[in-house]
Every structure is written in structure tokens, then in C-alpha cells.
């Protein structure tokens, strides 16, 4: 008994420390303005970027059956080929519009959401005129004069290698507006003038200060080429965030902030996010080239064969003898199937509770150097692809690996294994449920005979 009650209180210990020492700096860092804005904005492109990288799978979808690789069906592989052949310039374009213009994308919209948080405090900062004044600040550090006659957009110019350099250019440029708004160095207008009128002349001293300014630092310095100097710093920063230990780090800390109670995805992905995506976008063009994936251990590869769903406890929950849990397993099960895990996560619950703590954090982390085991000895596919994350894990494993059925059943696999990972301390927890339900209706049975009695 007091053994027991030593590791419930070591628990207890160790999740205070979590939650208020570990968790409350990072939920600090994850609340700054700037990274709640790029939440925002990579919310807003996740379904472009999903539609990009799907019209890139569509596109080598033929590649799969060639003679000597992928299935070795040729047949197969040009009947494919001939059907995609219709659409082809229709995919292509998709992945332009998309994939190739993330860091474009990314300046508008971070611009935008930065302008909508300062809009809150200050009616006069435009959140449009945010969005336009970023756009056109990045565009002035592009050299025009080297662009094809057809006026091509390489995609090293507006696409994930530009992306870090977006966010910086973005960010700056807000701020600059907003601190000539705050400083009213502005144009004043009397008070009849319509407000779309004033709002234009409002922000004509700033903009102009800002692109004047831009376009001196990105066109008009010699040998200073501010994109590629960006462009290279974040090409370090994705290679440091895309080594399995990086990524197991936060995988890890993913499932202690869940453990206690706080979004953990948010969190981690707050300050991860830019990196994954680039990761991403880099694969996907690999992927659309026919070369083997520059990056194996991106978020999809975690979401695919690791993180998976609560669908597992879902399936202890139905079988459980305890009313309470099949009640919340009958519940939950549909959504767990579409990783919608709050019903389990709260109501089990799995959130600080000490018996769920070891297949929680422990389990999860065991499965995810089983699965760089995988990874490394080529037995699980690279997944190359954005699936859009209410996907079923399997299927969310089968398209993002490029239909490679192989990564499908590794997922499955994965699945069993967590559910035999809980099991055991599912059972524990059964067992002391059952105990209480046992009591109760002892319980109820008493307070019975006593009312008949009297």
C-alpha cells in the first residue's frame, strides 16, 4: 500500500512540475502575437497545400507501376498515364497556385492577421492595407530584371524557400505601419470625409515609408541579397528540426502538455509549424521529380505511423465491463475513427490521470523509435503528402505515402500495438472502476432495504 501510494505521488509530483513549471513558458511562447498569427495563416493554406500535394500524387500516380520500380506493371502504369494525360495541365496548375506559392501566400495572409490583432487596440490600423503592404514589401525584394519575358515565378522566389523570409518581411512591415499609425505620422482629413477615403489617405506616409525602405534594402544595396541570406539561415533550421531526435523531442513534449490537459499539438506546432511545412513542400517536390524524399521524419511521418488516433482505446473502451467506459466508448468511437480524440482524452480520462501516464508518454514514445526503426532499414515508406488530418490514420498513411499500400499496414500495425500498450493499464483501471461500481450499487441496495424497513 505504501508503495502504491509513493508512485501516485512521485506522479502527482511530476505532473506538477509540468504544469507549472515546464508548461507555463511554453504557453507563453505560444501566445506571442506573431506566433498566434502564423497559426492563423498556415490554418487558412493548410486546404490549399493539401490540394497541391494531392494534384502531385494524382500527377505521379503512374510512377508507382513503372517497369522496375513501384509495382512493376507498365501496362498498368501507362493506362494511368494516358488517363492523367487529360488533366495534366489542370494538376499542373493546381500545384502552382498552391505549393509554389506558400511563401507569397504566407506573406498576405501573416500580414493580414497581424493587422486584424493590432486592428483590436487601434481602429485606424487597416488589416487590409496590412496585407496588401506586406505583399508588395516582399514582391520589392525580388529582382524583376532576371525574370523570363513570359514572366515566370520561379518557384525558389515565392515557394517554401522564401518562406522564412516572408514571415520576417511580413512582420516588419506591419510593425512599421503600425508604429507610424500609433504616432499619427499620418495624412489628417477632416472629419466629413467617408471613412474608406480617410482610411486610404491614413496610410499613405506610412506605406510609402515602408516600400521606399524595402525596395532600398532588396533592390539597392550591392552584393546584399536579403532573400537568398534568409532562404539560407531557414535551410539550416529545417535541416536541425527534421533529424528523428528533433522530432521525437517534440513528439514527447506533444503528449506531456495532452497528458495534462493542454493542447499540446498547438503548443508544439506554434513554434514548429514553419519548419513542417517547409519539410513538407520539399518532399512533395522530390516526390514530383521521381528522387528518393530529401526529409523522412517530417509531422505527416509522425501523424501517419506514430500520433495515429485514440481509436485503439476507443476499441478497450466498447469491450470494457464498466457501463461507464462502454457508454463512452459506444460515443466516441465514430469520432476517434476521425481522430477527434477530446471525448476520450476528458472523459476516460487520459488528461492527469496517473494510470494512463506510462502508455501515454512512455508507450507513445517506445512506438516512435519502433517506427524510426522502420524508417531507417527502408521498411516504412516516406509519406510525401498532406492529408487533410480528419483522415482516417490508414488511409491518411496509404495517399500521404503516395498510395504505397505498405504504409497503410504499418499503420494498422501500429494501431494494434497501441492498443496492447494500453491494455494492460486500461485493465487496472477497469478493475478499480469496477470496484466503485460494485460499492455504489452495495450502496443503493442498503439505502433499499432501509427505506422498505421503515
Not at 146 to 172: C, H, K, M, Q, R
Not at 280 to 287: E, P, R, S
Not at 391 to 407: E, R
Amino acid at each position: 500500500m505504501n508503495s502504491k501510494k509513493e508512485k501516485v505521488t512521485l506522479l502527482e509530483r511530476l505532473t506538477d512540475l509540468i504544469e507549472n513549471r515546464l508548461a507555463p513558458p511554453l504557453v507563453k511562447i505560444s501566445e506571442i502575437r506573431y506566433l498566434q498569427t502564423l497559426q492563423k495563416t498556415f490554418m487558412v493554406m493548410m486546404p490549399y497545400l493539401i490540394l497541391g500535394a494531392t494534384a502531385t500524387l494524382v500527377l505521379n500516380l503512374g510512377n508507382l507501376f513503372v517497369k522496375d520500380t513501384g509495382l512493376n506493371m507498365p501496362t498498368v502504369a501507362e493506362s494511368i498515364n494516358n488517363v492523367v494525360s487529360y488533366i495534366r495541365p489542370m494538376l499542373l496548375q493546381m500545384v502552382f497556385i498552391s505549393i509554389n506559392l506558400l511563401a507569397f501566400l504566407c506573406v498576405v495572409l501573416n500580414s493580414y492577421f497581424l493587422g486584424e490583432y493590432y486592428k483590436s487596440n487601434n481602429k485606424k490600423i487597416n488589416s487590409i492595407v496590412c496585407a496588401i503592404l506586406g505583399m508588395t514589401s516582399f514582391l520589392s525584394f525580388i529582382d524583376f530584371a532576371t525574370l523570363s519575358e513570359n514572366f515566370d515565378w520561379p518557384n525558389y522566389i515565392l515557394g517554401a524557400p522564401s518562406l522564412f523570409s516572408a514571415i520576417i518581411i511580413s512582420i516588419v512591415a506591419v510593425e512599421l505601419y503600425r508604429w507610424f499609425i500609433q504616432k499619427n505620422i499620418t495624412i489628417k482629413m477632416p472629419a466629413g470625409v467617408p471613412p474608406m477615403v480617410a482610411d486610404a489617405f491614413v496610410s499613405i506616409i506610412p506605406v510609402t515609408v515602408v516600400i521606399i525602405l524595402a525596395t532600398l534594402i532588396g533592390r539597392n544595396i550591392t552584393n546584399f541579397n536579403f532573400l537568398t541570406i534568409i532562404n539560407n539561415i531557414g535551410a539550416h533550421l529545417v535541416v536541425a528540426g527534421s533529424s528523428p531526435i528533433t522530432q521525437f523531442i517534440a513528439f514527447v513534449l506533444d503528449r506531456v502538455f495532452w497528458f495534462v490537459g493542454l493542447h499540446g499539438s498547438n503548443i508544439v506546432g506554434s513554434i514548429m509549424t514553419p519548419i513542417w511545412e517547409s519539410m513538407v513542400v520539399q518532399n512533395v517536390a522530390d516526390f514530383a521529380a521521381g528522387k528518393a524524399v530529401t526529409y523522412m521524419f517530417t509531422t505527416l511521418w509522425v501523424n501517419s505511423y506514430v500520433r495515429l488516433s485514440v481509436f485503439p482505446i476507443a476499441c478497450l473502451l466498447i469491450r470494457s465491463k464498466v457501463k461507464r467506459f462502454k457508454t463512452l466508448g459506444k460515443l466516441s468511437i465514430a469520432g476517434s475513427v476521425f481522430n477527434i480524440a477530446e471525448p476520450i482524452m476528458y472523459g476516460l480520462p487520459i488528461v492527469l490521470n496517473p494510470l494512463m501516464f506510462v502508455p501515454w508518454i512512455i508507450g507513445f514514445a517506445l512506438l516512435f523509435i519502433f517506427n524510426v526503426v522502420l524508417t531507417l532499414v527502408g521498411i516504412a515508406p516516406a509519406i510525401v503528402a498532406n492529408v487533410v488530418w480528419t483522415m482516417p490514420v490508414p488511409l491518411m498513411a496509404f495517399i500521404g505515402s503516395g498510395f504505397n499500400i505498405v504504409a497503410m499496414l504499418i499503420s494498422i500495425m501500429n494501431m494494434v500495438i497501441l492498443y496492447f500498450i494500453f491494455l494492460p493499464f486500461f485493465r487496472v483501471m477497469e478493475k478499480q472502476e469496477l470496484e466503485i461500481e460494485k460499492q455504489h450499487n452495495l450502496e443503493l441496495e442498503n439505502n433499499q432495504i432501509v427505506e422498505e424497513g421503515l
